[in-house]
């Protein structure tokens, strides 16, 4: 009877054991081909109130990625550099292009002129014209300085960049005016309950105590697809394992070699492997204690792997399921299965 029930024990734990292996290497498809269509995904460009513009936004794989800063001239591996200071990672790049029309005309008039100041010592001087007389200063060049006002168009307005004055009766008749400009790029970042972001940005100009805003002609961010990695990163658990034990010696020969055995298990794991930090995807050489309570013995044991498959359930985002192995203080092996919160 009793090497019937284990047989029944034994099958039924190879038979879960194996819906387990199932669904973690599903899920992994999943998670894969989850990757895949976020790659693919596009959130188009949109322009907003208020010179408030939606970037586009996208996944990216690491190469393409990589690919995208350069084509924007950016060293990635001096920005990783600092943020290595911070424990952080380089996630997204913003790329925003804001255009002027530009302008070429000629023959335009003076924006303004000014008289030339007076000097009795060095009047202003005509010059003589071919046929020998004085010639006339038809357009008030030598007896006035001429204005020219510089501005940088956009959709319906001019951002004024400066002034430019000509005075003819100096041997460098140039002067320049630029005026001081402030640049600002507001950006608000979202984030989704999926963790993907969303970015939208403003582009102003600043100039003579006014503000100019710039429309956006091109709004781009895109991001890395989350990639998991390993991390030394311990996590408590607080478990229940259900699996049998085996008697590696008895005193009595009548005592069975193998029983049904349920414990609670209390470990810490060392290594993660997943996207983030926060109840991540795998948990790895969990070890800790636990109590049988068919043997009212305490017992060590080991959590080689467990697999959040709360993730896949609603509201319960940090359930892990593994084996569990251990031996207790009479020297019975255990082996089995546990479910697993995370604390």
């Not at 269509?37 to 690491?62: I, P, W």
Request: aromatic share 10%; net charge neutral; glycine share 8%.
């Amino acid at each position: 009877m009793n090497e019937t029930k284990m047989k029944i024990v034994l099958g039924a734990a190879l038979v879960l054991l194996l819906l387990a292996v199932g669904f973690i290497i599903k899920q992994q498809w999943d998670g894969n081909q989850q990757r895949k269509a976020l790659s693919q995904q596009v959130v188009e460009m949109k322009q907003l109130q208020d010179g408030v513009v939606r970037s586009q936004s996208k996944y990216l794989t690491k190469k393409d990625f990589d690919d995208f800063a350069k084509d924007m001239d950016i060293d990635l591996e001096t920005i990783q550099d600092d943020l290595d200071n911070f424990n952080a990672d380089i996630k997204g790049l913003n790329k925003i292009v804001a255009s002027s029309k530009g302008i070429r005309v000629t023959g335009i008039g003076s924006s303004n002129t000014s008289p030339r100041p007076k000097n009795p010592n060095n009047p202003p001087q005509l010059p003589t014209c071919p046929d020998g007389t004085v010639c006339k200063d038809q357009f008030g060049y030598l007896t006035n300085s001429q204005m020219l006002g510089l501005h940088e168009p956009f959709n319906d307005f001019n951002v004024p960049l400066g002034s430019i004055k000509f005075e003819a009766w100096k041997s460098k008749p140039w002067s320049i005016n630029i005026h001081s400009r402030k640049y600002v790029v507001s950006t608000v970042l979202g984030q989704d309950e999926n963790g993907k972001h969303y970015v939208h940005n403003r582009f102003k100009i600043g100039v003579s105590g006014k503000e100019y805003i710039i429309p956006i002609e091109q709004s781009e961010f895109v991001e890395k697809v989350p990639e998991a990695s390993f991390r030394f990163d311990p996590h408590f658990s607080l478990g229940l394992a259900v699996g049998i034990t085996v008697a590696t010696s008895s005193l009595n020969p009548n005592e069975p070699k193998v029983r049904t055995e349920v414990q609670p298990t209390l470990d810490i794991s060392f290594m993660s492997y997943s996207e983030t930090k926060v109840n991540p995807q795998w948990k790895f050489l969990g070890v800790g204690f636990g109590y049988e309570t068919q043997n009212n013995d305490f017992a060590i044991v080991v959590n080689p792997v467990d697999y959040n498959v709360g993730k896949h359930i609603p509201a319960m985002d940090n359930l892990y399921l593994g084996p569990t192995v251990g031996v207790d203080l009479g020297g019975q092996i255990f082996v089995g299965g546990g479910i697993r919160v995370g604390l």
